[in-house]
């Protein structure tokens, strides 16, 4: 059983910054692969980054390459989003997933975070 708390979330200008945290309750976190989502009013839940228990394995969808960063902590048991330049477009409740393997598919995953909501005002 692993449970996820999101944090990091809030209300930013277009052009700013926001760190996303994931932290997970089970010690074997860092053998998972975690994916981070987000999903807007309206809009199916989309895919945005990932990172794979195995050495330099991270991926990101094309609107946020050379933005976003995601990374895993030194403890293992956390995983942050950073997010910079972001955009309104950006605008959305952001979740955490963690599984054994890396998806883009968000229905593969077992276990969330709550998530939180990241506002980009223009």
């Known amino acids: 059983q692993v449970e996820l708390v999101e944090s990091g979330g809030g209300l930013v200008q277009a052009g700013g910054s926001l760190r996303l945290s994931c932290a997970a309750s089970?010690?074997?976190?860092?053998?998972?692969?975690v994916g981070w989502f987000r999903q807007a009013p309206g809009k199916e839940r989309e895919f945005v980054a990932g990172i794979s228990w195995s050495e330099d394995s991270t991926y990101y969808v094309d609107s946020v390459k050379g933005r976003f960063t995601i990374s895993r902590g030194n403890a293992k048991n956390t995983v942050y989003l950073q997010m910079n330049s972001l955009k309104p477009e950006d605008t959305a409740v952001y979740y955490c997933?963690?599984?054994?393997?890396?998806?883009?598919?968000?229905?593969?995953?077992?276990?969330w975070g709550q998530g939180t909501q990241v506002t980009v005002s223009s």
């Open positions: 997933a963690a599984d054994r393997r890396l998806w883009v598919d968000a229905k593969q995953y077992p276990y």
């Open positions: 089970a010690h074997t976190f860092s053998s998972y692969a």
